[in-house]
């Protein structure tokens, strides 16, 4: 404990402050009842002295992205209380895209980034805590374990519990049927994501393949803890935030779980746990606080290592939201800013669900810094920005490889050879249906242009119906109309 102590500045408030007279406010005096009910709790005399460290973890036992949260918060209270500090748990509610969309319930996903956020702010500083950790999972936790931070200009930083490793195909027939309805090639081995599965409701629906197949996909892509492992918005935003320079380097990527314990916490991640709980109280000894990391230049990082990366359209959503929390005017950050960057930056991941690889694949590689490096040695990335390390971002990529020095592989193209040029990923444009914005993602396409009869729905499950009936054919255009967030 001895050199934390310094470090409550804020906590005092709710513990008492010796150096203050009996009637003033906050004083040690004042205070005794709010003492009490922490040693009801089972703090001891010393606890009162040290600085008090929000763990945030949205948290459910449901889902695959959180479901290793509460044991990770209790690895990181560990780490913190090793270190002087006084771990105060905050678990919030969460909702998960993947198992929501389709129904109803997928109404409550966009609004549930908004309640973590709350929830996280409410628990820090109701607690009057002097610094924070924050945990993000899946697609709406994530941004929402950045946005108190950026909101009430927090010390502290976050860690992504890290992606599942993609499913393996079990190896026995694909069970494709071709026109004649007899067995096409087989999918022996292949890497399944959660995108096959939702390919695999539409070949049902088309008679592509059967029952037993479908469930054979339903049973194997998701092989077991952490989020999404393909470029959806979960590993999108954890790239985010790591070039945001909110989390440490190399943490977006490392995988939740291993094939031979697909629950556990693995090595590494306990690691990344001390390793995150350390950074704490060196930012936190440099009053290295949220908004001076999130800035409008920090924010072009993120937005150039989306469009590297080739990540979800859900990204315009959070970063913008991000910038917001942070109290960065429109004037210097916007949605038009997103799409210039993206003129200017190439697609280099090839990574699903654009291409063949996942996100332990980047890791496999160097992970997120190796894009970063790669964009900055190209002039595409600010490298004077500071970060959760004490260090800037050109510091912190000081011995990290560029990706021609990798060898070969075809995970990560170079700036230089891309997978896609600049300008053919994520779109933002303006017309008479959509005046204000719309967002289109090409994912690297070039030349697209699609004529064909609009089939207007009102609502997605008429959509999925008339697709299932075989009403959609090729070359139709569908709409899905007020669907979108009010």
Known sequence: ??????????????????????????????????????????????????????????????????????????????????????????FTPVISDGQSQGTKAMRYSLVSREVITDCIEMMHEGYHADAIITLGGCDKSVPASVMPLARKDLIGLSLFGGPALPG?????????????????????????????VMEAI????????????????????????????????????????????????????????????????????????????????????????????????ALENATAVVFALGGSTNAVLHILAIAYEAGIPASQYCIEDFHKIGQRVPLLGNLSPHGRYHMSDLDRIGGVPVVMRELMDAGLLHGECMTVTGRTVAENLAGTPAVAALGAQDVLYPVSSPLAPAGNHIMVLKGNLAPESA????????????????????????????????????????????????
Request: with cysteine; hydrophobic share 35%; net charge neutral.
């Open 168 to 196: 393996l195909h079990p190896g026995s027939e694909c069970r494709k049927r071709d026109a004649a309805g007899e067995a096409a090639s087989a999918n022996k081995g292949r890497a399944l994501d959660p995108k096959d």
């Open 439 to 486: 967002v289109c993602k090409l994912s690297g396409k070039t030349d697209v242009c699609l004529t064909g009869p609009a089939r207007c729905f009102d609502d997605e499950d008429a959509a999925f119906e008339a697709i299932m009936a075989g009403r959609i054919q090729k070359g139709d255009v569908l709409v899905i109309r007020y669907e979108g967030p009010k």
């Open 202 to 297: 539409g070949s049902y629906g088309q008679g592509m393949i059967d029952m037993e197949e479908l469930h054979r996909v339903e049973c194997s892509a998701l092989p077991g803890s952490g989020s999404c492992s393909a470029m959806f918005t979960a590993c999108t935003m954890s790239s985010v935030v790591e070039a945001l320079g909110m989390s440490l380097p190399g943490t977006a990527s490392k995988p939740a779980a291993t094939r031979e314990d697909p629950r556990s916490v693995t090595d590494r991640k306990r690691e990344d746990c001390a390793a995150v709980a350390a950074a704490l109280f060196v930012i936190a000894e440099k009053g290295l606080s949220a908004r001076k990391i999130i800035t409008k230049e």
């Open 1 to 90: 404990m001895a050199g934390t102590e310094k470090l409550k500045t804020e906590s005092y408030k709710i513990t008492g402050d010796p150096t203050k007279p009996d009637g003033a406010p906050n004083s040690f005096v004042k205070m005794s009842c709010a003492r009490s009910n922490f040693r009801a709790a089972g703090w001891k005399e010393d606890d009162f002295k040290k600085p008090v460290i929000t763990i945030a973890a949205p948290y459910s036992n449901s889902m695959p992205c959180n479901n290793q949260f509460r044991d990770l918060a209790d690895i990181l209270a560990e780490e913190v209380e090793k270190l002087g500090g006084k771990a105060h748990f905050c």
